[in-house]
């Protein structure tokens, strides 16, 4: 686990941040951990909820993601020149 301190965070947040996408990050003050950032994956899998990305089989998905799922394929398609 990286650690950096609280005027780390002013000076390289990017650097942080990106880091804390991989692996948690402790931010310390005084040399005293203060707080740790996870990614939101990593936040929920602790809180022993289902990942915010869902996947589905065809049959299992819901009717909203078929009704999404066909919206898309429709506008990425675009009109069928037939129909002109």
């Not at 005027?7 to 740790?36: C, F, Q, Y």
């Not at 990942?51 to 589905?56: E, F």
């Amino acid at each position: 686990m990286k650690r950096f301190t609280f005027s780390d965070m002013n000076r390289s947040s990017g650097e942080i941040l990106e880091a804390a996408m991989l692996e948690p990050v402790v931010l310390t003050k005084h040399g005293k951990e203060k707080l740790v950032i996870v990614s939101a994956r990593d936040y929920h899998r602790m809180r022993g909820e289902p990942s915010p990305a869902k996947s589905y089989s065809r049959h299992e998905a819901p009717n909203d993601v078929h009704v999404e799922l066909i919206s898309g394929i429709d506008a990425i398609l675009g009109p069928d020149k037939n129909d002109v």
